[in-house]
């Protein structure tokens, strides 16, 4: 088996098209954005990239695979099948088997429904293409926590990752009233940050700051629910990211204006290319 093998497509509704190995061939290209410009009269062309890295661009997929079954009622069943899921899809998921053993999944969606292929009867070769925008996620979600009761406290985030990490969950969790005031978080290995005015009331108030979806809300009822609370939030100067985990051990540092009595949890997929 080569060293990544894609697996199935599952669509927002989670209906799931698992890719047969019957015949099974598998195509992926990622362009690069490359920054080449034309000049009239000029050989070859220039490059306004110079030394930057080119970003990746989406990656096109091809799965191709045969469909074979005693009658050729139920080929075409599955046909209709593959084409019901591909048309209701919106964001989707697509997998892969890395190394034999590791599942990992990204964002895609389906761009031609289904090329298929008479073979014989009974026997149809199908070709199923979509695109890829995002990097591959460990199946597994990396959730861990820090007790803090000390300011500034600093502890160590661990990325298995080969990539950094932006789409991070960080839960602060007082343990008691007051238990966190004006929160500061700091990635010591980056330079990112984040912070919040927002004072704990209760043992039941919460912050949890999704760094992916870019919302920032208050609990006050330990997690059942809650409210928007950006207001009282924001980043370091000249940020884009919430906040980003590099590949490694990350030094973080929180910092408090009170004496903090309180738990933070986060919670990732490691990314990988």
């Given at each position: 088996m080569i060293r990544e093998t894609l697996e199935k497509y599952v669509n927002s509704a989670g209906a799931t098209i698992v890719f047969s190995?019957?015949?099974?061939?598998?195509?992926?290209?990622?362009?690069?954005?490359?920054?080449?410009?034309?000049?009239?009269?000029?050989?070859?062309?220039?490059?306004?990239?110079?030394?930057?890295?080119?970003?990746?661009?989406?990656?096109?997929?091809?799965?191709?695979y045969d469909l074979i079954n005693d009658s050729i009622v139920t080929t075409n069943q599955q046909v209709r099948d593959l084409r019901t899921v591909m048309r209701t899809s919106k964001t989707g998921k697509i997998w892969r088997i890395r190394d034999n053993s590791i599942r990992e999944w990204a964002f895609a969606r389906p761009t031609v429904v289904g090329d298929i292929r008479t073979v014989q009867t009974a026997k149809l070769g199908v070709a199923l293409n979509f695109e890829r925008f995002s990097d591959w996620f460990g199946a597994a979600n990396d959730g861990l926590e820090a007790t803090i009761t000390t300011t500034p406290k600093t502890f160590?985030?661990?990325?298995?990752?080969?990539?950094?990490?932006?789409?991070?969950?960080?839960?602060?969790?007082?343990?008691?009233?007051?238990?966190?005031?004006?929160?500061?978080?700091?990635?010591?290995?980056?330079?990112?940050?984040?912070?919040?005015?927002?004072?704990?009331?209760?043992?039941?108030?919460?912050?949890?700051?999704?760094?992916?979806?870019?919302?920032?809300?208050?609990?006050?009822?330990?997690?059942?629910?809650?409210?928007?609370?950006?207001?009282?939030?924001?980043?370091?100067?000249?940020?884009?990211?919430?906040?980003?985990?590099?590949?490694?051990?990350?030094s973080m540092r929180y910092t408090d204006n009170g004496t903090p009595a309180l738990d933070i949890e986060w919670a990732f997929n490691q990314v990988f290319p």
């Open positions: 190995r019957l015949q099974f061939q598998q195509q992926l290209s990622q362009p690069l954005r490359v920054g080449f410009q034309r000049v009239t009269g000029a050989n070859f062309s220039v490059d306004h990239l110079l030394g930057a890295n080119a970003a990746v661009d989406n990656e096109i997929i091809t799965v191709r160590t985030i661990i990325n298995n990752g080969e990539l950094a990490v932006e789409l991070v969950i960080f839960r602060f969790r007082a343990n008691g009233a007051s238990g966190f005031t004006h929160s500061k978080l700091e990635n010591l290995t980056n330079g990112l940050e984040f912070s919040t005015i927002r004072d704990a009331a209760s043992a039941n108030d919460e912050i949890r700051v999704d760094c992916g979806k870019r919302s920032v809300e208050l609990s006050t009822d330990d997690g059942v629910s809650y409210a928007n609370d950006f207001d009282a939030f924001s980043i370091g100067a000249l940020q884009v990211s919430f906040m980003r985990l590099e590949p490694g051990a990350n």
